[in-house]
């Protein structure tokens, strides 16, 4: 197939998933940083101003209100998360689930307080439908997602759309697994299966016509490891139909990148309306960040992939802190209700990839939270 030849650019930025960037130095590790950032919300001016370009109707009384619940909702959120990094692994994810519970329920209240005002808003809004049995194998436990409760106002927060009244039933644990980066070399490892995800870089780029449009890089060697052909890297990435192949005037980006751009341009006069133009073209991407925290280093990307086994899993249309947020609850109700399952699933193969998952994927919904919070990718330099 012939390829047109990409439109000519004169300016180049990074993409990101946030609107703010902050990069700073810091001699505190890099959870005890973002722990800060937010505790800086106990501070009255501060919590005024991080409130009011969130709610500029509401009057000071109705903010301050509003900054009460937050605040107290970070605390017990840090208590949790504090408790469970000391505790044995064994009992951790049930701490971990209710320091991320708080955790969302201070994003939601920063949003949109209506969504929290009832008894039913404040159910998990995630069931566990499995119930007390002899075996427990990741390949067959599951969870559902109910329409009401803190999952699904979260949902609505993040994808500023509602999750469907009735929910969604029977979402594999397994198959959510298999859409968390940080551990997607020990899930193909264990279950033999290529990666549902696949890394790519994201661009904004305007011409000297002042018009802009958003561009994605997948590394060819990539692809080809993983016998991914375009077309079916087309078929398992549904977004991509609004972008169209194309080849670059340098022949080294074509040696190494397969390159799509989007079908329409936007004006973008300044840098502004280039970002906000970008992220409206890309806003319908579940990009998974990878959260590098160095000085000079913008965040790079995974793309969620279909699995080629299902037509279209409801964990390829959810961001990857809810699909960490979804396996805690799972793991975090193990604990609470059959504490033994979690110990014997400790002593097979599976236990290899949840001891991965425990220790690393609550660090990055962290992450993940407190960027979504503030609006803000944080780049952090530990000294």
Not at 33 to 51: G, H, M, P, T
């Amino acid at each position: 197939m012939k390829l047109s030849k990409q439109r000519p650019y004169n300016y180049l930025d990074y993409f990101s998933v946030y609107k703010n960037s902050s990069a700073f130095d810091t001699i505190n590790t890099v959870d005890e940083e973002l722990w800060f950032r937010l505790n800086s919300l106990r501070v009255k001016d501060i919590a005024q101003d991080f409130l009011y370009p969130l709610h500029p109707r509401k009057s000071l009384s109705s903010r301050e209100k509003l900054s009460t619940k937050l605040v107290k909702f970070i605390e017990q959120a840090e208590f949790f998360y504090k408790k469970a990094n000391e505790s044995p692994i064994e009992v951790s994810p049930l701490l971990y689930y209710y320091g991320m519970l708080n955790l969302t329920k201070a994003y939601i209240i920063s949003r949109k307080p209506s969504l929290l005002r009832n008894d039913l808003d404040l159910k998990h809004g995630l069931s566990d439908p499995n119930g007390t049995k002899k075996s427990y194998t990741l390949s067959k436990e599951s969870l559902n997602i109910q329409g009401r409760g803190v999952f699904a106002s979260y949902y609505e927060c993040l994808m500023n759309k509602k999750i469907r009244r009735s929910g969604f039933n029977n979402i594999s644990i397994k198959l959510l697994i298999s859409y968390c980066v940080d551990i997607s070399a020990e899930y193909s490892e264990l279950f033999k299966k290529k990666r549902n995800l696949i890394h790519c870089a994201v661009y904004v780029v305007r011409n000297n016509k002042k018009k802009g449009w958003s561009m994605i890089y997948f590394d060819k060697k990539s692809l080809k490891e993983r016998n991914i052909s375009i077309t079916n890297l087309i078929e398992r990435a549904p977004s991509l139909a609004n972008y169209k192949r194309v080849k670059s005037p340098d022949k080294k980006n074509n040696k190494s990148f397969v390159i799509f751009q989007h079908k329409e341009q936007f004006n973008a006069p300044n840098y502004k309306t280039l970002r906000s133009g970008g992220y409206e073209q890309l806003k319908n991407f579940l990009f998974c960040p990878h959260f590098v925290f160095e000085k000079n280093h913008r965040q790079n990307y995974s793309l969620p992939l279909l699995c080629s086994s299902s037509p279209s899993p409801i964990a390829h249309r959810l961001p990857e802190s809810m699909i960490i947020y979804m396996i805690i609850f799972y793991l975090g109700s193990l604990v609470r209700y059959h504490p033994y399952v979690l110990s014997n699933l400790f002593n097979t193969k599976e236990g290899w990839i949840l001891e991965s998952f425990i220790r690393t994927c609550p660090k990055k919904f962290l992450r993940s939270m407190v960027c979504n919070i503030f609006d803000t990718e944080f780049i952090i330099n530990p000294k």
